[in-house]
């Protein structure tokens, strides 16, 4: 007898929201079903099909659509800036905000010690889950069908990074900024979790002895960069705030291509 919590084809209120959020229509519901199945979810359950082949596949799908838009929409940016532009779109961060915005946390199926440690909210499951997502997508619907639901998500995040000249190197301009107000540069400090195939990392980035920016990701230079991005953007805000003049974008940009 079937567990009254296991996801199931039949069972598709919660997913047919979601298939209205992302204005796709799944050709076959178990795809959909199995992207959102976690895999301490599919441990306790034997049998059942977790998200991780699917978000292999997707990681791949997301990176080739990405960087064909860049590519195609920017024909000014440079090989290294779009190389930083697709960087500064796919990392965990912006996975995970995207995936919040979409209320996915709400429609995953977690084993129960993810349920405990609020799984629904990690940065790390959302991200992943995003990617198994875009998976069934693309294995239901094809890459034109991918493509226009990618775009749709991520699209604002590239073009405003664009027009805000923040095709950058975060770790570079914050090094910058910090010799040139404090006449010292960043400390980062980093830890990690999970096993070897799958490690996820965590950086700390101090100012002055004060923690000024925590960032995520599968490798320590990912996690860095968002940290060293956070920093900037908490600098931004403090000088706002203070009625500082903001830092120019161009200035951070010129001093990170140096």
Do not use: C
């Not at 079937?2 to 796709?24: C, I, K």
């Not at 076959?28 to 596949?57: C, I, K, M, Q, W």
């Not at 830890?191 to 923690?211: C, I, N, Q, W």
Request: proline share 4%.
């Amino acid at each position: 007898m079937e567990s009254p919590t296991e996801p199931s084809a039949d069972n598709r209120p919660g997913a047919t929201a979601l298939e209205r959020r992302l204005r796709v229509e799944f050709k076959n519901p178990g795809l959909l079903r199995d992207s959102l199945t976690h895999r301490s979810y599919a441990f306790e359950h034997g049998g059942v099909t977790n998200n991780e082949r699917l978000e292999f596949l997707g990681d791949s799908v997301l990176g080739l659509v990405v960087t064909d838009l860049i590519f195609s929409e920017f024909p000014h940016l440079p090989e290294g800036e779009m190389a930083k532009l697709r960087a500064a779109t796919v990392n965990m961060g912006v996975l995970a905000d995207v995936a919040r915005s979409l209320g996915l946390g709400q429609h995953l199926h977690l084993g129960r010690g993810e349920e405990l440690s609020a799984g629904r909210e990690k940065s790390s499951i959302l991200a992943d889950a995003l990617e198994a997502l875009i998976g069934a997508v693309y294995v239901d619907q094809g890459l034109e069908g991918t493509r226009r639901m990618i775009v749709e998500l991520v699209g604002g995040y590239i073009r405003n990074h664009v027009e805000q000249g923040l095709v950058r190197d975060f770790k570079t301009s914050l090094q910058e900024r910090a010799a040139r107000s404090w006449g010292r540069v960043p400390e980062y400090k980093i830890t990690s979790t999970g096993p070897d195939h799958d490690k996820r990392f965590e950086a700390k980035v101090y100012l002055h002895g004060e923690l000024r920016g925590v960032g995520q990701g599968r490798s320590k230079k990912e996690a860095e960069q968002a940290a060293a991005q956070e920093a900037l953007n908490s600098l931004q805000l403090s000088a706002g705030a203070a009625g500082e003049a903001p830092a120019d974008p161009d200035e951070d940009q010129a001093s990170a291509q140096a």
